[in-house]
């Protein structure tokens, strides 16, 4: 979308922002101060029941559950998805396992920022940037450690009651985060970002625009500094107790951290703050240091797997393709070479190589760097083609490159070779259209 087109959406988006954040209704009905600490799932015996207001949260985490799933994109990979849940499965303890009213069941959501969150209920959702960023299945455990611990340590109950026992209301710590979600668009808004601006309001009208307070405040805020460590500290134990190699806890918060050289870093959430994560790796640390040290030193824990790297190559490509149409191209060409470690044949990862050399050459400051980036772009498409001759777009690419630069007779093969391979093409005119020029010179 470009920037023109972008502003008029990005200022509804804000209005519609801000319309929802004065729109509060405090808890009613103050009973007195609430235990604010709670056993967790499986403590107490196989047959699990939560209390009153417990069962309010779930009914309210459900509704929540049903809107997000309405409007968010999931990402379709039922392969994946079992995935995911094997490992999630090889993480909880038995206690857990053998729960029926809390079920652990993970999902991946299709958008490139660096999230993460779980309802009360045991839905975790991931989205496909933080998954894409990860690099082995130990650093995979411990994120859907720490989301899990979320879940069967009863946060949400908890962080519900403290404020509860504060009489603040429990909607008011995900107003806080709405505002300043919309404050952060509203900044970019106006120093002419209209890109980034369009991007978090995308964002947060999913979560603030529909009223998910409580995915809000998992992916947002978090549940509060002590329970966040606690969370980090449980799920680092049951990644260990599952075999993996604890050394990589430190190491997932160090690469969230990594902007990639992009200067339209717009993390809003709580896995890509700064200034937590550092406080996370550190605690990682102490507890290397501590609890765990020596463990995973001897080579039987599990550091990664076959399995995760096939199941996030096409998932890291993918990704990138969002990651360039927002502009981030240092992270779309990160993903882009995960993929082509493992399969550097792959003819739709260099295609999209080729892509972000195109967008990098619009974007040059002068002749010779575009020059640079126009005849990487054309390597890129060029190779796609020979590795896969039946792959039409990077013939389509190479015929536009080719007619801008004045090559006419190299752009009439390219688009002729493209219709050839899809006559059906939604831009199939258009590119007759061009051959027409072409021909009647």
Not at 56 to 62: E, H, T, V
Request: overall charge negative; hydrophobic content about 40%; charged content about 30%.
């Amino acid at each position: 979308m470009s920037k023109t087109a972008a502003r008029p959406q990005a200022l509804e988006n804000i209005r519609s922002l801000a319309s929802v954040i004065v729109i509060v209704s405090l808890l009613a009905g103050q009973t007195g101060c609430l235990s604010t600490s709670v056993p967790p799932v499986g403590a107490e015996g196989p047959a699990f029941k939560p209390t009153s207001d417990e069962r309010r949260l779930w009914d309210q985490a459900r509704e929540e559950e049903r809107k997000l799933r309405d409007k968010a994109t999931l990402y379709q990979d039922p392969i994946l998805e079992d995935y995911l849940n094997q490992v999630a499965d090889r993480l909880a303890p038995p206690e857990v396992k053998g729960q029926e009213a809390i079920r652990i069941r993970v999902f991946a959501i299709k958008d490139p920022t660096l999230n993460a969150f779980t309802y009360p209920t045991g839905s975790i959702y991931v989205h496909t940037g933080l998954l894409a960023r990860l690099e082995n299945e130990a650093q995979l455990a411990v994120v859907l450690g720490h989301e899990m611990t979320h879940a069967t340590h009863r946060h949400a109950l908890e962080f519900e009651r403290s404020a509860r026992n504060k009489a603040i209301g429990f909607s008011i710590a995900s107003i806080a985060a709405s505002i300043w979600v919309a404050g952060k668009a509203g900044a970019r808004a106006e120093e002419g970002d209209w890109r980034d601006a369009y991007m978090v309001n995308q964002i947060g009208n999913i979560l603030v625009g529909l009223g998910l307070q409580l995915a809000f405040i998992a992916a947002v805020n978090g549940f509060g500094r002590e329970l966040e460590r606690e969370a980090d500290e449980v799920g680092l134990e049951r990644t260990v107790a599952a075999g993996y190699d604890p050394r990589q806890g430190p190491r997932v918060f160090e690469i969230l951290k990594d902007d990639r050289g992009d200067d339209r870093k717009m993390e809003v959430f709580f896995f890509g703050s700064h200034p937590r994560l550092d406080e996370r790796i550190a605690d990682m640390k102490e507890l290397l240091s501590t609890r765990y040290s020596g463990v995973g030193e001897a080579g039987r824990a599990t550091t990664d797997t076959r399995e995760f790297q096939m199941r996030m190559r096409v998932l890291a490509r993918d990704d990138a393709v969002e990651n360039i149409r927002l502009g981030r191209f240092g992270n779309a060409e990160a993903e882009v070479k995960k993929v082509l470690d493992l399969t550097p044949n792959d003819p739709v990862a260099h295609y999209l190589l080729g892509q972000i050399a195109e967008k990098r050459m619009a974007e040059a400051k002068d002749r010779a760097a575009g020059d640079k980036q126009l005849d990487k772009a054309l390597e890129e498409y060029q190779l796609a083609a020979r590795l896969d001759p039946r792959y039409a777009d990077p013939y389509r690419a190479i015929g536009i490159l080719r007619y801008k630069n004045g090559e006419k007779d190299e752009a009439l093969a390219a688009f002729k070779r493209y219709l050839d391979l899809k006559p059906d093409a939604p831009d199939a005119q258009q590119i007759r259209d061009y051959i027409l020029e072409i021909q009647a010179r």
